[in-house]
């Protein structure tokens, strides 16, 4: 089984290219205004028409209003729609994509019971919470605390870095794992070594 490896957090070209070029499964644009790794839909235009084939483009959303979802959909053309905000199963639906539903590990979550809420989402991401933050913290959580009988379906985000991320993966066996400030040299830039050593600690992780 090969982990997907997902990049998140693309703000230029260059930067997706060398992604894609080393491994990368898919790339993820952020369209939440408080993020430093923003983008407008015609940047993420420009960077996706740039792309080779079979590279999942992914656009992500934090409570985000409809018609901007709407906009950046028909002007980017993205595969998958990602959402980091209280969005209901409904919400994400309705907007003639696939999409992917991120929930954040709260102490007292049940995982299994927020899972159920989204029969339709095509995967969901697990990530760090920290209060007032939806995404994007650097911090890991305890990689226990996923149930095992949705370990194998789930995409592992939050704090990961080529440093822990064959642990992370030995431990947990996701089906996916997705990072964004692990690979970078700052904010919405990406380290192309750094993102050539996480890429190669996974297939490390997977062969182990």
């Known amino acids: 089984m090969t982990t997907r490896v997902k990049i998140c957090g693309i703000t230029r070209l260059e930067d997706g290219l060398a992604a894609v070029r080393l491994g990368a499964h898919a790339l993820g644009f952020v369209f939440y205004a408080k993020s430093p790794r923003c983008v407008t839909p015609e940047v993420a235009a420009s960077i996706i028409a740039g792309l080779p084939p079979f590279v999942t483009t992914t656009a992500l959303f934090v ?43 709260k102490p007292e979550v049940d995982i299994a019971a927020r899972v159920r809420e989204y029969p339709d989402a095509r995967g969901v991401l697990l990530d760090a919470y ?15 605390r996923i149930p095992v009988s949705l370990r194998p379906q789930i995409i592992l985000a939050g704090g990961l870095n080529p440093d822990n991320i064959r642990s992370a993966i030995e431990q947990v066996s ?33 062969k182990s």
Request: aromatic content about 10%.
């Open 130 to 144: 920290r209060a007032g933050v939806p995404g994007g913290t650097g911090e890991a959580f305890d990689w226990a």
């Open 63 to 105: 409570d985000a209003a409809p018609d901007y979802i709407e906009q950046v959909v028909a002007s980017t053309g993205v595969d998958l729609l990602q959402f980091h905000g209280n969005e209901s199963a409904a919400f994400c639906g309705g907007f003639n994509r696939p999409y992917i539903k991120a929930l954040r590990m």
């Open 174 to 206: 996701p089906f996916a794992v997705d990072v964004s400030g692990g690979v970078e040299a700052a904010k919405g830039i990406k380290d192309h070594n750094k993102l050539k050593q996480f890429i190669e600690e996974v297939a490390r992780a997977d």
